[in-house]
């Protein structure tokens, strides 16, 4: 079993991706394990959270409207060894996943980032690690897309990296590699967290226990 956390911004930028989609759906199908994948908005979460901010609403909604992004963006994913309708909660993605071989959900409340869902469904069902697939592909000591010498961190504790969030605020539409709340799941059941980058190739290498890029946390 592996549990994925897809960030929105993967699929969904500027122009929704749909060459990765259709890989991401076939690499789904395809492997030998069960898949439960949690998505996150994106930039269709960020446009519409942006423009609700403008028009006055509180943070709740805001959560609310990005939560309905991360459902669109589920919806495409969907192949016909997964679920048919978005689980709502962890608890429905667990019944989902009695019926079908693969289950893909996004966010479920307001204040969980789809980061945390991803975690409460590996405590949930009981796995050891989750993956988290962003398009940095790592944790940096700066941000590489700035900082052509930013060095990737291979490894690091919770603490550590709990500890790179301290100054981070818990806002709607929070754009960073995991949040507070993922990371405080994933020590509590000592879960190890593996962030990389998009390439399939490479996720299959965490799959199989082999050398990977990225940043693992445990």
């Known amino acids: 079993m592996v549990v994925i956390s897809l960030g929105g911004s993967v699929i969904s930028g500027e122009e929704l991706n749909i060459d990765y989609i259709r890989e991401f759906r076939s690499f789904m199908e395809h492997c030998n394990e069960r898949v439960f994948v949690v998505v996150g908005g994106g930039h269709t979460a960020r446009k519409y959270i942006h423009t609700a901010k403008e028009l006055g609403w509180d943070q709740y909604s ?4 990005g939560i309905m992004a991360t459902h669109l963006n589920a919806k495409l994913l969907l192949t016909s060894t997964t ?7 962890v608890d429905e993605a667990v019944v989902a996943s009695k019926i079908y071989k693969d289950v893909v959900m996004g966010g479920t409340e307001p204040g969980h980032t789809t980061d945390g869902v991803a975690l409460l469904l590996a405590e949930r069902m009981g796995a050891d690690y989750v993956i988290n697939i962003t398009s940095v592909g790592g944790i940096y000591d700066k941000d590489p897309r700035t900082h052509k010498d930013a060095m990737l961190i291979e490894s ?3 603490a550590e990296a709990m500890s790179l969030l301290t100054d981070k605020k818990m806002n709607a539409g929070l754009n960073v590699p995991l949040d507070m709340l993922a990371l405080k799941i994933a020590e509590r059941s000592n879960i190890k967290i593996y962030i990389v980058g998009t390439e399939l190739e490479n996720i299959k290498k965490v799959i199989n226990n082999a050398n990977f890029q990225g940043t693992v946390i445990k």
């Open 156 to 158: 690091m504790s919770y």
């Open 83 to 89: 679920n048919t309708e978005i689980p709502r909660t």
């Open 62 to 65: 805001l959560d609310k409207i």
